[in-house]
């Protein structure tokens, strides 16, 4: 598997079945008094710092200025960072981070067991570590903190307002909070239009997704992105009475008789789609019946990062065609 959230499943799912989906709250940032520098811009960046914040570790960190140097462990965050403008000042990152293309060229630091040694040695101001690396590398993550460095793990976001808190929370602790409210707008404004649109859908459509091939078929339950942006496109989830990410087993599915079968591995298994339009006994599936089975991106629909609105215009288009076929 070499896309991220095929590595990240098959590693780190059952950590996901374990994360709690409560809304995360930042702590305020503290008042400085602006230091005389002449420009309104230079007397703002002065004032957003020093930072304290609380992670979802309920670990606490201050940030004295700007971090100059981060370091990414996770391509959703990098693609915030990106986002932000801040990509000069990201150091390195994941095996896994592929977008944009000025990641290739920076330091990787490993995955979910990542390099702690190589880390320090870049002597980043900022760590961006993330909720669902937990379960391995917690223990790595201390090794950081003692060497110094500051590390903010972030919460795993269930849904868009938790990505909008994402995106606020790195904002403030890279003093790009207004970058970062201008990207929340404008992914709110692009969510917006979509849902306006599949308002018009007159008869919804039953939807299974498919985030891992046979014979270990997980999906994408209740308290997940996937199931969010179903709704938020007028679709059925039919996995939607189970939580979060659950392995299905084809009798079942084939019960539950989806009108849309989404897969999202096709990057590293191009055939996805054909596989399970030839899978044994789904035969009377309306999906495959009617041919309605179709891959989509799964870095834009499952990373919880700025290109998430891209991924929920994907899937509305896979879906409803004849909504979206403008």
Not at 190 to 209: G, H, L, N, P
Request: aromatic share 6%; net charge negative; with cysteine.
């Amino acid at each position: 598997m070499k896309k991220i959230w095929q590595l990240w499943i098959a590693a780190a799912l059952v950590a996901f079945l374990l994360t709690a989906c409560g809304q995360e709250e930042t702590a305020p940032v503290k008042e400085t008094t602006p230091v005389e520098t002449g420009t309104p811009e230079a007397e703002e960046e002065v004032a957003a710092f020093p930072v304290t914040m609380t992670d979802m570790t309920d670990n606490e960190i201050t940030l004295e200025e700007a971090p100059k140097a981060i370091v990414s462990m996770i391509p959703s965050n990098t693609e915030i960072l990106f986002g932000l403008d801040l990509g000069e000042k990201v150091v390195a990152v994941s095996d896994y981070d592929n977008y944009p293309k000025e990641t290739e060229t920076l330091e990787k630091i490993g995955g979910q067991e990542f390099n702690v040694e190589k880390i320090i040695s870049l002597n980043p101001d900022l760590v961006l570590a993330h909720e669902s690396g937990l379960g391995m590398g917690e223990a790595g993550l201390q090794q950081l903190r003692d060497a110094g460095l500051k590390v903010f793990v972030v919460k795993t976001a269930a849904n868009f307002e938790e990505v909008y808190e994402t995106m606020i929370t790195i904002g403030q602790a890279t003093g790009a909070t207004a970058e970062a409210e201008e990207m929340v707008q404008t992914m709110k404004d692009e969510v917006a239009a979509i849902q306006e649109k599949a308002s018009s859908v007159e008869t919804k459509k039953s939807v299974f997704i498919e985030v891992s091939p046979a014979p270990d078929i997980y999906t994408a339950g209740n308290n997940t992105f996937m199931n969010e942006m179903l709704k938020l496109i007028n679709a059925d989830n039919i996995a939607a009475d189970q939580e979060g990410w659950i392995k299905m087993d084809p009798e079942e599915i084939v019960k539950r008789n989806p009108d849309v079968i989404l897969t999202t591995y096709g990057s590293y298994m191009p055939d996805a789609a054909d596989q399970v339009l030839a899978r044994e006994g789904f035969g009377a599936v309306t999906a495959v019946e009617n041919k309605e089975v179709f891959n989509v991106n799964e870095d834009t629909t499952s990373r919880s990062g700025p290109r998430l609105s891209q991924g929920l215009l994907e899937m509305a288009k896979a879906i409803y065609p004849e909504v979206f076929s403008e």
